[in-house]
């Protein structure tokens, strides 16, 4: 049952309260990432930022690993963004976060695979999509935990994936590199453009003998 709506920075972007129990992830969860965000949710006593979700059946399409962390602390609210998923062509899901600039055709990932996943209970691997939204996912909400009805705590093994330590510090450490292959795409990017601009205004003094309103 949704409950309250939050305001955001973005008037456009409505924060509801859903019940834990109505959300279905689509992918398994990192257990080393999760044990990192359930030590920082405690420490902060709030949820920095909402979850996104299909409105239509719930799957979620980011912030699994928020869900979890508040499911197995035994919290049975959670602030969400609900989206229309199938019928929305700013919604795009690719397979690292660089596909959100490069289009990458082998990078594409259907949202339909996206819901059939969740809706099935056969979850895909841990972070095998990104998914990319035409807003920024960062609406703040700095909700506090004691907002969020604590319960018991619930079993979310199900929903992990059986990685030793090892494998969950090599998971962590793939994350930071895709991150950083994404910063170095946007330097040179940034490069690029800086370079276009720099001729294109070389281009307006060379015209301005003949168009002196430029």
Known sequence: MTSLILKTENANVRVA???????????????????????E????RVLKYPIIADEKTHIILDGMHRWLALKSLGFTLIPAILVNALNNSGIRVGTRRIHRYTGDADG????????????????????????????????????????LKKDVPQDISKYLSKMDSKESALAIQEWLGEISEELDFLARRKEEVEKEKEEFLGRMKNLKNDFPAL
């Open 41 to 44: 949710i405690l420490k902060d």
């Open 17 to 39: 309260l859903l019940s834990v129990d109505e959300l279905r992830p689509h992918e398994k969860g990192s257990p080393l990432y999760l044990q990192l965000l359930r030590q």
């Open 108 to 147: 594409e990932v259907s949202i339909e695979k996206v819901i059939s996943a969740g809706l099935s209970g056969h979850l895909m691997e841990p972070r095998s999509t990104r998914h990319f939204f035409p807003f920024s996912k960062f609406q703040q909400v700095n909700y506090p935990l004691c907002l």
